[in-house]
């Protein structure tokens, strides 16, 4: 129930989609999916704990599998992005109005966060970002951006060119060398024409 109704919340929004169309492509009756949920918003506050647990163990699998804090919000910021891009605009709008729902969205949002925040730190100790920077502040604007693009459909290079950019910003000369190789081919006339 709730794989499909994410899959469906994602592509038609929320508001766009009532509790029969869903019943309907499970191949249950609306009374079986309401004996489970008693609105639409029990089922889409249930379809946000279940993805904020995916993301979860993605993340996880993540920092077992990278180490360099550099490589890790590389990482992170793509799979984020590939995983966001499947949502349409509308379903963010929609959010707005599913007051619960959305506090489990930006719970979401803030437990990634909070593991940005761990990479920045595990960075300026070892070295590849700047020691002087508010990293709270920058974890902030990092998510922002994400979800700022998650509402729109900017193309990927130019998703990946603000990220690259402002990663660059955050980076010592240890830093750089690690970005510069993580960066994608179409970016780097775009993020490193000029001399430094």
Do not use: W
Not at 4 to 10: D, Q, V
Not at 130 to 152: A, F, G
Request: proline share 3%; with cysteine.
């Amino acid at each position: 129930i709730l794989v499909t109704s994410l899959n469906i919340f994602a592509h038609f929004g929320v508001k766009g989609v009532s509790m029969s169309q869903i019943a309907n492509s499970i191949r249950i009756s609306k009374r079986t999916l309401y004996s489970y949920f008693g609105s639409k918003e029990e089922l889409l506050c249930a379809c946000m704990d279940y993805e904020d647990e995916n993301i979860s163990v993605l993340l996880d699998g993540l920092e077992k599998q990278i180490h360099h804090p550099v490589n890790r919000i590389v990482s992170l910021t793509i799979k984020m992005n590939r995983y966001r891009s499947s949502y349409c605009p509308a379903f963010y709008k929609d959010m707005i109005q599913f007051e619960n729902a959305n506090l489990k969205l930006n719970g979401m949002y803030g437990h990634i966060r909070k593991r940005f925040a761990g990479y920045f730190e595990e960075g300026v100790k070892q070295g590849p970002f700047l020691p002087n920077h508010n990293y709270e502040v920058m974890t902030h604007l990092l998510i922002e951006q994400m979800i700022m693009e998650s509402k729109s459909r900017i193309s990927s290079l130019h998703r990946s060119t603000a990220f690259f950019t402002f990663l660059r910003g955050l980076c010592t000369a240890k830093g750089l060398r690690v970005s510069e190789q993580l960066a994608p081919l179409e970016n780097e006339k775009r993020v490193y024409e000029y001399a430094y």
